[in-house]
T-cell receptor
Framework: AQSVTQLGSHVSVSEGALVLLRCNYSSSVPPYLFWYVQYPNQGLQLLLKYTSAATLVKGINGFEAEFKKSETSFHLTKPSAHMSDAAEYFCAVSDTGNQFYFGTGTSLTVIP | GAVVSQHPSRVICKSGTSVKIECRSL??????MFWYRQFPKQSLMLMATSNEGSKATYEQGVEKDKFLINHASLTLSTLTVTSAHPEDSSFYIC????????????FGPGTRLTVT
């Protein structure tokens, strides 16, 4: 069975500060891992993905995530938050690439 | 990026009626499309996997006779909510899986269903 846990349903950071959104996964096989961003009343947009290549993955808008097998984690980071980063962020896992399971999401607020 | 459209974006229907939501992959042919349901301030719940030319695979607890999925072409999947009830009110999102092993889903903008 696959599952994703996102610690912290709400995260607030100051503009320019480090963004850290946490994601831990459970999978019986090496997983594929994803981070998506969702703006209000919109669908999801892929930020980045890990598919067993490099463990440090760079995505769009300055985000990156590191796959740590020993910690079963795939935390999302950005060195400097921008106001436009305020959104809902979802971590997702798949073991086959054919079914995807999402975490409960983290709402990011950026304080000016 | 790839574009997936959904129609309608919002729909209000009366209890007992049926509603059809269309999901189109505009940039590539999608053998596999997914349907999700999202409650306010919550995550996406996978409802079913739609495979072109075959029956959809439903997740546990999702009524296949209530949520009818048809994937008749490589660019179109439809979700029909039959005999809708107020508890079916939700945000429904579809996605198309890009073929070729990229494991990338492209999401539609969602459909807000309100059943009165």
């Amino acid at each position: 069975a696959q599952s994703v846990t996102q610690l912290g349903s709400h995260v607030s950071v100051s503009e320019g500060a480090l963004v850290l959104l946490r994601c831990n996964y459970s999978s019986s096989v090496p997983p594929y891992l994803f981070w998506y961003v969702q703006y209000p009343n919109q669908g999801l947009q892929l930020l980045l993905k890990y598919t067993s290549a490099a463990t440090l993955v760079k995505g769009i808008n300055g985000f990156e995530a590191e796959f740590k097998k020993s910690e079963t984690s795939f935390h999302l980071t950005k060195p400097s938050a921008h106001m436009s980063d305020a959104a809902e962020y979802f971590c997702a896992v798949s073991d086959t690439g054919n079914q995807f399971y999402f975490g409960t999401g983290t709402s990011l607020t950026v304080i000016p | 990026g790839a574009v997936v459209s959904q129609h309608p974006s919002r729909v209000i229907c009366k209890s007992g009626t049926s509603v059809k939501i269309e999901c189109r992959s505009l940039d590539f042919q999608a053998t596999t499309m997914f349907w999700y349901r999202q409650f306010p301030k919550q995550s996406l719940m996978l409802m079913a996997t739609s495979n072109e030319g075959s029956k959809a695979t439903y997740e546990q607890g999702v009524e296949k006779d209530k949520f009818l999925i048809n994937h008749a072409s490589l660019t179109l999947s439809t979700l029909t909510v039959t005999s809708a009830h107020p508890e079916d009110s939700s945000f429904y999102i579809c996605s198309a899986l890009r073929p070729g092993g990229s494991y990338e889903q492209y999401f539609g903008p969602g459909t807000r269903l309100t059943v009165t």
